[in-house]
């Protein structure tokens, strides 16, 4: 498994969260923040805090992506250079033409 593998993986996983983040919260004010308050004057968890954490984790899981995307090409770029040294290393045949006659007839 490369590395690249893996970063694809967790790109993956980090969109898919980030996708969940975004359909909970709710642009009116209500979504999952206002099921938790009531929106009277009883907050177990606090209408304002859950609102805060899915702010808070939205923005960390855009980070994490784009860090991750970001990680991940320089990654293939690595692979790809190593790839080209490897290539330029290796022995390539060599393409010979046959002699032309002609050039065997200039010593008579």
């Not at 899915?54 to 320089?74: E, F, P, Q």
């Not at 990654?75 to 045949?93: F, R």
Request: proline share 4%; no cysteine; net charge negative.
């Amino acid at each position: 498994m490369t590395t690249f593998t893996i970063f694809l993986g967790l790109i993956v996983i980090v969109s898919f969260l980030l996708i969940v983040v975004i359909m909970v919260q709710n642009p009116k004010g209500g979504g999952l923040s206002s099921s938790f308050g009531g929106g009277g004057t009883q907050q177990l968890g606090g209408v304002k805090k859950t609102t805060d954490f899915l702010d808070k984790s939205t923005w960390a899981l855009a980070t994490l992506l784009l860090v991750l995307i970001l990680l991940s090409n320089i990654n293939l770029m690595g692979d790809a250079s190593s790839v080209e040294s490897q290539v330029d290393t290796d022995q390539v045949p060599v393409q010979t033409t046959p002699a032309t006659p002609e050039a065997d007839n200039t010593n008579e």
